[in-house]
C-alpha cells in the first residue's frame, strides 16, 4: 500500500520553493492583537528589544554555523511570542504573583508566612506557592525555591535554569542577582536564548512541524499550563506569515502541495 503524505501546515516545507520575494514577518501590530488591552503599552515598549535581541541570537547561531531555514526562523519567532502570551499575559518581564505579596501582607496569610532558618534571614517573608520548585530545575533547598523564582518574559525558575541560560544569553553573575533576569532587556536575551537554545531548538521545531502545539509548550513549561493561549497566539502569527506568503508567492502553495504529494513521509499513528 502507498504511504499517506505527512501534511503538517501547509508552508512547512516552504523555505526551498519560496521566489524572491519575503513576507514582512511579525510586526508589533501582529503582537498586539494576540495580546489583551491592558498589555498593549508593555508590548509597545517589549517588542523591539526581544525582535533586536532575535535577529540577533539567530545571526550568532547562522556564524557558528547553525543555519536556519526562513520558515524555521519564523516559526520559533512566533512561538517565542506565544510562549510570553502563555507565561505572562501583560508582556511584563516582571512575576506577576509577586505583585500579591507586599509588606502590607501579614505572616500566616494565605500567601505569605516568616521564613525558618533554612532561608534566609529570620523575620523575611517567604512566598508559600514557590516552595513547590524546592528540589526541582537545580534547587536543592527552599532557599533556591525562594531565590530563583519566574522572571523575565519566559518566567525563569530553577537556579540551574538561572546558571545555563544566563550564561546563554550573555548575562554574567545571574545566580548572584537574579533580580537581572526581570529588566526588560535580560528578560528578552533570557527568552530568545530559550527559546534558540540547543536542547530545546529542535525539540520545538519537531513539535511544531508535526502540529503538535502541546508538546511545543513543554519545551518551555515543561507541562501544558497556557496552552490554549499559547496555541491560539501561535496560529494567529501563523496565519498571518502564511497570508503573507501567499500573498507575495500566488504560486507557492501548489509547488508546496506537489512537493508533500511527491513525498514518502507518512501520517504518525494516532
Known amino acids: 500500500m502507498a504511504s499517506s503524505p505527512k501534511l503538517t501546515t501547509p508552508f512547512s516545507q516552504a523555505g526551498s520553493l519560496r521566489n524572491d520575494n519575503k513576507p514582512t514577518g511579525v510586526n508589533v501590530n501582529h503582537v498586539k492583537a494576540i495580546f489583551p488591552s491592558s498589555a498593549q503599552k508593555n508590548v509597545e515598549s517589549g517588542y523591539e528589544t526581544i525582535e533586536a535581541e532575535f535577529d540577533r541570537q539567530v545571526n550568532r547561531l547562522a556564524g557558528n554555523g547553525t543555519k536556519l531555514t526562513d520558515d524555521q526562523v519564523e516559526s520559533l519567532r512566533h512561538y517565542t511570542y506565544a510562549t510570553v502570551r502563555a507565561e505572562n499575559d501583560k508582556f511584563s518581564p516582571k512575576n506577576d504573583e509577586t505583585a500579591n505579596w507586599s509588606n502590607t501582607s501579614s505572616p500566616g496569610s494565605a500567601n505569605m508566612t516568616l521564613f525558618k532558618s533554612e532561608y534566609l534571614n529570620p523575620g523575611d517573608f517567604v512566598k508559600v506557592p514557590f516552595n513547590k520548585y524546592k528540589?526541582?530545575?537545580?534547587?536543592?533547598?527552599?532557599?533556591?525555591?525562594?531565590?530563583y523564582y519566574g522572571r523575565g518574559y519566559v518566567q525563569l525558575t530553577g537556579k540551574e535554569n538561572y546558571s545555563h541560560y544566563g550564561a546563554q544569553a550573555g548575562i554574567p553573575g545571574l545566580t548572584v542577582n537574579p533580580e537581572l533576569a526581570a529588566t526588560p532587556d535580560n528578560a528578552a536575551k533570557l527568552l530568545v536564548a530559550y527559546v534558540l537554545d540547543k536542547r530545546n531548538r529542535q525539540r520545538i521545531l519537531d513539535a511544531l512541524g508535526d502540529n503538535q502545539l502541546s508538546e511545543a509548550r513543554r519545551a518551555v513549561n515543561g507541562g501544558i499550563n497556557g496552552l490554549a493561549h499559547f496555541s491560539r497566539a501561535y496560529k494567529s502569527l501563523k496565519s498571518e506569515y502564511v497570508r503573507q506568503l501567499e500573498e507575495s508567492d500566488p504560486g507557492l502553495r501548489d509547488r508546496v502541495q506537489q512537493q508533500i504529494a511527491n513525498s514518502d513521509s507518512t501520517v504518525p499513528p494516532a
Open 135 to 147: 528540589n526541582s530545575a537545580g534547587n536543592q533547598s527552599l532557599y533556591d525555591a525562594q531565590t
